[in-house]
């Protein structure tokens, strides 16, 4: 695959996970970008009022062979203060969300 091919996927993908968020988060689309193809850190950039609705660091990776811990440790890398979460995907196959397995069970706890 050529490298601007692997870019616009993986663009694709952080422009699902963006609209995906406006649309059940009701975050305004001025609070939440996707970031440029090859900028480090986070994938997803909220500003606080986006963060308050979803206090997550998302890591995006539409590929078709990952290394989910690598992926999650990046994600990890890139989190700042809040929850690392990676969302991968791969071609004709739905995202998943990788996200630390304690976070996940207090998460539902304080549902």
């Not at 663009?11 to 900028?39: N, P, S, Y």
């Not at 078709?64 to 969302?87: F, H, M, R, T």
Request: aromatic fraction near 8%; glycine fraction near 4%; charge should be positive.
């Amino acid at each position: 695959m050529k490298p601007s091919s692997a870019k616009a996927k993986g663009r694709a993908l952080q422009d699902w996970i963006r609209k995906k968020l406006i649309e059940e988060f009701d975050i305004h689309e001025d609070d939440i970008k996707t970031a440029v193809m090859g900028e480090s850190g986070e994938d997803i950039k909220m500003a606080r009022a986006a963060r308050e609705k979803f206090p997550f660091s998302i890591e995006a990776k539409n590929v078709e062979k990952l290394n989910v811990y690598q992926a999650y440790e990046q994600a990890c890398e890139n989190s700042g203060q809040y929850e690392p979460l990676v969302v991968m995907k791969k071609n004709r196959k739905k995202p998943l969300i990788v996200m630390e397995a304690e976070a996940f069970i207090k998460l539902m706890k304080n549902k």
